[in-house]
């Protein structure tokens, strides 16, 4: 029996959407370039014979380094549609990591930009397995050139070669604890995670505006939804403060998917008043806290955006979500399993909670198929058909979710423990700050017991605010119990986040935190 091409992720994508609408624009790129959805269709199918006539097969791994979006967009597409397997590399990576994934991820192909040409070059001679090179933006020595190739290749649609349950891409880990994990999603994995708009209002005329981050485990997170619920999405480059404040007036943006730190780098800033910023009606936040006191300052500047928070990892993505600024839940909730998916709390034992702290797990069509090439830690984090890693929250008997954080990250001072994000919540409400980072210190040196710590918190003054460390002491110990209370509060310029391509802050580093202001505090 044929296996219907809908099971395929390209074609489900992005073929239907040309069938339904082809006159519709379904991509903007960088404010200049408008492509319909019967456009990119044509032009993803030439990409794929061109891969084809490469010499790239279904189930073939293809090293995947790229960082223009277009790019990203149309040679992604063109290999799901093929059914080779896109391994979804970092451009941010250093040169050793990236040579270290290839190899570990079996790659027999590599497909780059010109964008990452000085990365390549750098690898390229580690990379012995990789038989064949392909390059967008011109020709290169020993290189298939794939603009020249894809000029002359044909615009119907290529044979199909990947559907349902078939391996469609590695998407990585974000590699803080060492090298990152290949996460297996398929086709069918990855069209559950598309259909997020299913839970989030849209219509015929919604604008959804992204950037670089859309490489990785970004592309089925937001490329695919985008283009599965018939919108317009505009690409970036730069989707920094500065950029969105430029394109979402220009493109009439509606909806937005980003983590809670950009608003606060964009709300920050003075510069963000004069922007026209109306055209949004759905802001999505998920990646870290969305804490009380940021909501509250998004809702002022953007009264009529919808705001949602999403919970879930790459290996699961997008299984939670919650409406943010309507009182239909807690606002320290998540919110609740999302079509099609489901989440429980459990305890040591793996009994299942209700209103009591346990670990989160997670379940649905949206579920990776394990680590590639980890048998061992898939069976660690894959228990029962859940996923299990290693977040704690609390779940209502009504199955709204709300998420305390990670184990390691909590802060055991006086005999009780507390997270993070409730005290930056309280930092973040002072006047004058900006963001705020909070970490766990040990209170005694290495080496000696080490379970008590210390509160450690970093904050970024407001453009053009003055704040003083010992002050904000002083008003945080007046505001939080004493287990909560703080043994040192630096200043800082700016805080580490990750490097995500976006334009934008990436997700806060607390680790880098400790790193670099442990040693003021004054420790036996």
Not at 110 to 126: I, K, N, Q, T
Not at 207 to 235: D, E, H, Q
Not at 371 to 378: A, E, F, R, S, V
Not at 428 to 449: R, W
């Amino acid at each position: 029996m044929a296996r219907s091409p809908f099971g395929n992720y390209g074609h489900a994508i992005l073929t239907a959407g040309a069938l339904r609408t082809p006159g519709k624009v379904a991509l903007t790129y960088c404010g200049r370039t408008n492509i319909t959805y019967d456009g990119l269709n044509k032009k993803v199918n030439r990409v794929a014979h061109a891969l084809l006539e490469a010499g790239i097969r279904p189930g073939q791994r293809v090293a995947s380094l790229l960082n223009e979006t277009l790019n990203v967009a149309e040679v992604y597409l063109a290999q799901m549609k093929l059914g080779s397997v896109v391994c979804a590399l970092n451009p941010y990576w250093p040169e050793d990591t990236l040579a270290q994934v290839v190899e570990r991820s079996e790659c027999t192909a590599f497909v780059y930009d010109a964008s990452v040409e000085r990365l390549v070059a750098a690898v390229r001679p580690r990379l012995p397995e990789v038989r064949l090179w392909l390059r967008v933006g011109g020709p290169a020595a020993d290189t298939a050139d794939l603009d020249a190739l894809a000029a002359a290749a044909a615009e119907d649609e290529p044979p199909l070669g990947g559907h349902g349950d078939d391996l469609m891409a590695l998407f990585y880990t974000s590699g803080t604890t060492g090298l990152p994990k290949a996460v297996r999603h398929t086709h069918a994995s990855s069209l559950a995670s598309a259909q997020i708009w299913l839970d989030i209002p849209h219509g015929a005329g919604s604008v959804m505006g992204t950037g670089a981050i859309i490489w990785g485990i970004g592309f089925p997170a937001l490329v695919g939804p985008a283009f599965y619920a018939g919108m317009r999405l505009v690409l970036e480059q730069d989707w920094g403060p500065a950029n969105f404040r430029t394109v979402v007036p220009r493109a009439r943006v509606t909806h937005v998917s980003l983590i809670p730190s950009f608003f606060s780098a964009l709300l920050g800033l003075d510069e963000h008043a004069g922007a026209d910023l109306s055209s949004l009606t759905a802001i999505v936040l998920g990646g870290e806290p969305l804490l009380p006191s940021l909501r509250e300052k998004i809702m002022k500047r953007l009264p009529g955006a919808a705001i949602f928070s999403y919970y879930g990892q790459t290996e699961a993505p997008y299984t939670c979500i919650g409406r943010q600024d309507d009182g239909s839940q807690d606002i320290t909730s998540v919110g609740r399993a999302r079509t099609s998916t489901a989440v429980r709390v459990t305890g040591p034992d793996g009994e299942r909670l209700v209103d009591r702290v346990g670990e989160i797990n997670l379940t649905g069509p949206n579920l990776m198929q394990g680590y590639d090439g980890l048998p061992d830690l898939t069976a660690q984090v894959l228990r029962d058909g859940w996923y299990v890693g290693g977040d704690l929250g609390i779940l209502d008997e009504n199955g709204f979710l709300t998420v305390l954080g990670r184990r390691e990250d909590a802060i055991l001072k006086g005999g009780v423990w507390s997270q993070p994000s409730a005290l930056e919540d309280a930092a973040l409400d002072l006047d004058g700050v900006a963001e705020a980072g909070v970490v766990g210190v040990p209170a005694q040196p290495e080496g000696e017991d080490a379970v008590e710590q210390r509160v450690l918190v970093a904050v970024v003054p407001r453009a053009g605010a003055s704040l003083d460390p010992e002050d904000l002491r002083a008003r945080l110990t007046a505001r939080l119990p004493a287990h909560q209370t703080p043994d040192l509060v630096v200043v800082a310029d700016e805080l580490p986040h990750t490097q995500d391509a976006s334009g934008g802050p990436g997700k806060l580093l607390r680790r880098e935190i400790r790193t670099r202001y442990a040693d003021r505090l004054e420790r036996p």
